[in-house]
């Protein structure tokens, strides 16, 4: 089982989780796949991102954005943790790598700094270890990301 250890940084001392994500831009990727485009012209951006299980979606700061040539395709209101509300853009996707597991979201973007919030978490099946300020995977799934549905009920499914 691979863990992730947090890096040193100053906010040590405020019990914060942080951990190395690799953003991609999923468009650019999708590019490749279809010969549009070379692989070295793929835009990453290495970021050291907290982990705030708080948050249910991505936030990217606009430097982040503006980076890795992010479109704006919409607009969500955010709700902050002292009750405000504000209109937010809307990133197309982007690609979140931890731990060598990954998974494409669309973002919120607002903020000075890379949160990763609740949707990646739950795709890439990583949990917060709070002891010892640090992700983990699942011990449930140590190999590989399991995503949890209900099952489907259909006609098919019924037949079978």
Same mark, same amino acid.
């Given at each position: 089982?691979?863990?992730?250890?947090?890096?040193?940084?100053?906010?040590?001392?405020?019990?914060?989780?942080?951990?190395?994500?690799?953003?991609?831009?999923?468009?650019?990727?999708?590019?490749?796949?279809?010969?549009?485009?070379?692989?070295?012209?793929?835009?990453?951006?290495? =970021?050291?991102? *907290?982990?705030?299980?708080?948050?249910?979606?991505?936030? *990217? +700061?606009?430097?982040?954005?503006?980076?890795?040539?992010?479109?704006?395709?919409?607009?969500?209101? =955010?709700?902050?943790?002292?009750?405000?509300?504000?209109?937010?853009?809307?990133?197309? +996707?982007?690609?979140?790598?931890?731990?060598?597991?990954?998974?494409?979201?669309?973002?919120?973007?607002?903020?000075?700094?890379?949160?990763?919030?609740?949707?990646? *978490?739950?795709?890439?099946?990583?949990?917060?270890?709070?002891?010892?300020?640090?992700?983990?995977?699942?011990?449930?799934? +140590?190999?590989? +990301?399991?995503?949890?549905?209900?099952?489907?009920?259909?006609?098919?499914?019924?037949?079978?």
């Amino acid at each position: 089982m691979q863990v992730l250890e947090k890096p040193e940084t100053a906010s040590e001392a405020m019990g914060e989780v942080r951990t190395e994500a690799i953003l991609t831009n999923a468009i650019d990727e999708g590019m490749v796949r279809r010969g549009q485009m070379r692989p070295e012209q793929v835009r990453t951006y290495r =970021a050291d991102a *907290l982990i705030d299980t708080g948050a249910v979606k991505t936030v *990217l +700061p606009v430097h982040v954005v503006q980076r890795l040539g992010l479109a704006i395709v919409g607009e969500r209101i =955010a709700e902050y943790a002292d009750g405000r509300k504000d209109a937010v853009g809307l990133t197309e +996707p982007v690609k979140i790598e931890i731990g060598g597991r990954a998974t494409s979201e669309e973002a919120l973007v607002l903020g000075d700094e890379v949160i990763i919030g609740q949707t990646v *978490l739950e795709t890439i099946d990583m949990l917060v270890d709070c002891a010892n300020r640090r992700l983990i995977p699942n011990p449930a799934h +140590p190999d590989q +990301p399991v995503v949890k549905i209900k099952q489907a009920h259909s006609e098919t499914a019924k037949e079978t």
